[in-house]
């Protein structure tokens, strides 16, 4: 891979936002005076290399280019989501990331996330691995649920949260989301993973909270306001 890899950022944002509990998607809610979204795209902008597309559902298209329109923002190139987020992600592959050496992927409704975890994901990549996630150590106690309902504590040691961006070998991501979805897909690792991909940990961001219930909004203005 030379100096200069094609880097293509892929922002999800084509959830319905259910858990959210509002009848506008958590990704178009206002977060400091501006939607959400919005947060997201400039903070992996400030990363400073690739290009960015954005996934939104066809429902909300003309909603978003109202937003744009009114808070002046200019929005990556955008693509049509599917019916889930393998769907959204593999539109965009097969949009723009035929020649794509380095894809990221992204959460929409993760507005914290600064370059210094992007650098962190990227630069595994670079450095030879196929994919790559960022991750916290779990701070709660857990338990295993049996199917009988029944439960036992399990060492938190030996688990980490999963974050995004998550970073990939072009090619692998490729050809992973030419496999048929499986409901275990739960994020890109996961799909990357099941293609034969080995996946890393780099350190993720407490920060790097994912907006999933109103409260979260209040938390996130929160670390905007005293860490920038």
């Not at 109202?66 to 593999?90: A, I, K, M, N």
């Not at 649920?145 to 060492?155: F, L, Q, R």
């Not at 050809?175 to 993720?204: M, Q």
Request: aromatic share 6%; glycine share 8%.
């Amino acid at each position: 891979m030379h100096k200069d890899p094609k880097i293509l950022h892929i922002i999800v944002a084509a959830g319905s936002g259910a858990r959210f509990g509002s009848a506008l998607p958590k990704q178009f809610c206002l977060m400091a005076g501006r939607p959400v979204l919005m947060e997201t795209i400039d903070r992996i902008r400030s990363y400073g290399h690739g290009r960015i597309v954005v996934v939104v559902s066809e429902s909300m298209m003309s909603f978003w280019a109202e937003l744009c329109q009114r808070h002046s923002f200019t929005s990556p190139c955008v693509v049509v989501g599917g019916s889930t987020r393998y769907d959204s992600v593999r539109n965009a592959i097969m949009a723009y990331g035929d020649d794509a050496e380095i894809i990221t992927v992204h959460d929409g409704a993760r507005p914290l996330a600064g370059p210094d975890i992007m650098e962190r994901v990227v630069d595994a990549v670079r450095s030879g691995c196929k994919g790559v996630v960022p991750a916290v150590a779990v701070t709660d106690s857990l338990r295993i649920i049996s199917p009988s309902g029944s439960s036992e504590a399990v060492d938190r040691s030996a688990f980490r949260a999963v974050q995004t961006p998550q970073a990939f070998c072009g090619q692998v991501l490729r050809e992973a989301y030419s496999l048929p979805y499986r409901p275990e897909f739960t994020d890109d690792a996961s799909v990357a993973e099941a293609a034969g991909a080995e996946i890393a940990i780099v350190e993720g961001s407490p920060r790097n909270i994912k907006i999933t219930h109103p409260a979260d909004i209040i938390l996130a203005e929160t670390y905007m306001k005293w860490n920038g």
